[in-house]
């Protein structure tokens, strides 16, 4: 009588699993669905104050982790005070600049 018990509740457990292992076959079978979708087309119109407003915002904002202090532009420079987990971090170069030494080093 225990042991017909005892197997009711461990088949009862297991329900979860074998459920969640058809879901993740059937997700395998069938594949993530994916679907086309065109880009918004976008148009900035450029004007001053919106060059300054940008500008101003950059060198508030980007400036830390962009300004390369050899260049004096956001060329992008190594992220020193990261911590080695994460290995050797180099910002963007945010600039249009193809002269930045580290385009040169990683290749963009
Ligand atoms: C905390 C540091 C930090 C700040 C602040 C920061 N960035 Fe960055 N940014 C990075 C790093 C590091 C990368 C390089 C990431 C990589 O290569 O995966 C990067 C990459 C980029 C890239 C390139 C992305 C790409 O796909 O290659 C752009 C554009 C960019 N940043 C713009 C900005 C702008 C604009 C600002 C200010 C609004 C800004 N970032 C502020 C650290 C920063």
């Known amino acids: 009588m225990t042991n017909k018990i005892v197997k009711w509740v461990a088949a009862g457990g297991c329900a979860p699993i074998v459920l969640v292992g058809?879901?993740?076959?059937?997700?395998?079978?069938?594949?993530?669905?994916?679907?086309?979708?065109?880009?918004?087309?976008?148009?900035?119109?450029?004007?001053?104050?919106r060059a300054a407003a940008g500008k101003k915002l950059a060198m508030t904002l980007c400036i830390g982790c962009h300004l390369d202090g050899s260049t004096g532009r956001l060329t992008g420079k190594l992220m020193a005070d990261l911590t080695s987990e994460f290995g050797v971090v180099y910002s963007a170069n945010i600039t249009r600049s193809k002269a930045a030494w580290h385009r040169r080093l990683v290749g963009r």
Not at 22 to 49: C, D, K, M, N, W
């Open 22 to 49: 058809a879901f993740l076959a059937y997700v395998q079978l069938t594949g993530i669905r994916s679907y086309r979708h065109a880009a918004p087309a976008r148009h900035v119109e450029v004007t001053p104050e």
